[in-house]
T-cell receptor
């Protein structure tokens, strides 16, 4: 079946790195995504990774993909207060729709 | 270029009423998907339209329906509203269905049913 799981909360100190983890079930997914949702806003696509890649880096963001374990992670370097948001992991399932995780709420401590 | 536009932003309706939400995709995008977001269920896929045809449908009752016009604008309708329909309804557009590069989302319509 289709399911994407992620932990609900993460709290990090400003300036530290944040690592948000996700597991998915559809091994046929060709792309996996990270979306960010700020309060009162829609979802913003942060980055995506093709399933034949292990890693993708984009400025402060690093995505790691372990296809064998169906595990995806998002690392945010030098976390800032503006990074406070809910982060959604998602996969494009074989049913041609994007399946989202429940979201991880990232909070930043001073 | 303009993003995905959803109207209205906020809506309050009474149980039993019906509601219509509108979504204008990014210019040139022909695929529109709708999602319901609630604290308890997270993001749930409602349906996807492409070239005025529904391509995919989530697991929602028949009270939820939608359509797409020739200019790619889409509307979704919920009839006989229930309290549990209170949610943020998000529309997303992409060039084509199942666009591998991800969808662009609107800011959503927050529906409150009282």
């Amino acid at each position: 079946g289709e399911d994407v799981e992620q932990s609900l909360f993460l709290s990090v100190r400003e300036g530290d790195s944040s690592v948000i983890n996700c597991t998915y079930t559809d091994s046929s997914s060709t792309y996996l995504y990270w979306y960010k949702q700020e309060p009162g806003a829609g979802l913003q696509l942060l980055t995506y990774i093709f399933s034949n890649m292990d890693m993708k880096q984009d400025q402060r963001l690093t995505v790691l993909l372990n296809k064998k374990d169906k595990h995806l992670s998002l690392r945010i370097a030098d976390t800032q207060t503006g990074d406070s948001a809910i982060y959604f992991c998602a996969e494009n399932s074989s049913a041609s729709k994007i399946i989202f995780g429940s979201g991880t709420r990232l909070s930043i401590r001073p | 270029k303009a993003g995905v536009t959803q109207t209205p932003r906020y809506l309050i309706k009474t149980r039993g009423q019906q509601v219509t939400l509108s979504c204008s995709p990014i210019s040139g995008h022909r695929s529109v998907s709708w999602y319901q977001q609630t604290p308890g269920q997270g993001l749930q896929f409602l349906f996807e339209y492409f070239s005025e045809t529904q391509r995919n449908k989530g697991n929602f009752p028949g009270r939820f329906s939608g359509r797409q016009f020739s200019n790619s604008r889409s509307e979704m309708n919920v009839s006989t509203l229930e309290l549990g329909d209170s949610a943020l309804y998000l529309c997303a557009s992409s060039l084509v269905p199942g666009n591998d590069y991800g969808y662009t989302f609107g800011s959503g319509t927050r529906l409150t049913v009282v």
